[in-house]
């Protein structure tokens, strides 16, 4: 399999469960982190444990507004999710050349 092509989707997964997480805090922007989590999971499937490994790592407050995350933040959440995920799954990503 082409290793551009396995880099690409391993892209495209992170910046859904980014996308997933903004939508969160737009339209339910007085709900917790905990709770767009929850549902961003619900339409990605990403691992919970993975999502809890990032609060811890990112450490931010799981009862926050997630209308009160900046961009940054959410953008290091999403990512951070998908990394976990993909360790939990013994995925390795290639680096790109």
């Given at each position: 399999m082409d290793r551009t092509y396995i880099h690409f989707v391993n892209a495209t997964q992170s910046e859904r469960i980014v996308r997933e997480l903004q939508t969160a805090q737009h339209?339910?922007?007085h709900s917790t982190i905990l709770a767009a989590i929850e549902r961003a999971k619900q339409e990605t499937g990403?691992?919970?444990e993975a999502a809890r490994k990032a609060l811890e790592t990112l450490q931010l407050?799981?009862?926050r507004q997630i209308g009160r995350l900046r961009r940054c933040?959410?953008?290091q959440l999403g990512r951070a999710i998908h990394r976990y995920w993909l360790q939990k799954l013994g995925v390795t990503t290639p680096s790109p050349t």
């Amino acid at each position: 399999m082409d290793r551009t092509y396995i880099h690409f989707v391993n892209a495209t997964q992170s910046e859904r469960i980014v996308r997933e997480l903004q939508t969160a805090q737009h339209l339910y922007p007085h709900s917790t982190i905990l709770a767009a989590i929850e549902r961003a999971k619900q339409e990605t499937g990403f691992c919970p444990e993975a999502a809890r490994k990032a609060l811890e790592t990112l450490q931010l407050d799981r009862t926050r507004q997630i209308g009160r995350l900046r961009r940054c933040e959410l953008v290091q959440l999403g990512r951070a999710i998908h990394r976990y995920w993909l360790q939990k799954l013994g995925v390795t990503t290639p680096s790109p050349t």
